[in-house]
């Protein structure tokens, strides 16, 4: 898809995201970039989940006041080689 059918523009910030995908332990990835639809995440060393996996991210770092960041659910929608793409889910 290129840039200009994107829904939603992306930004190049790398966070370090609770990634839990069905019936695992969380592990601990980062981003390469983020926007308000969804997330890549580089995924090294990890088996990336299939296309159409519901999984669950979360901010390893609380917010600015401090607060617990809220667990998102969100899709697998594309593979690359360095990770995956995720739409957020309502």
């Known amino acids: 898809m290129s840039s200009e059918n994107r829904k939603h523009l992306r930004i190049g910030l790398v966070v370090d ?8 332990d ?10 308000d639809g969804g ?9 990336l989940p299939p ?3 519901e ?10 006041d401090g607060e617990e960041p809220p ?7 594309r ?4 990770g995956v793409g995720l739409q957020f889910l309502e």
Request: no cysteine; hydrophobic share 45%; charged share 25%.
């Open 71 to 77: 667990i998102n659910r969100a899709m697998v929608v």
């Open 17 to 24: 995201i609770e990634l839990t995908l069905q019936d695992k």
């Open 55 to 64: 999984v669950m991210v979360r901010l390893k770092n609380q917010l600015g």
């Open 51 to 53: 296309v159409g996996t």
């Open 79 to 82: 593979h690359d080689p360095d």
């Open 39 to 47: 997330l890549f995440l580089v995924l090294d060393d990890i088996e």
């Open 26 to 35: 969380p592990i601990n990835v980062s981003t390469k970039n983020i926007s």
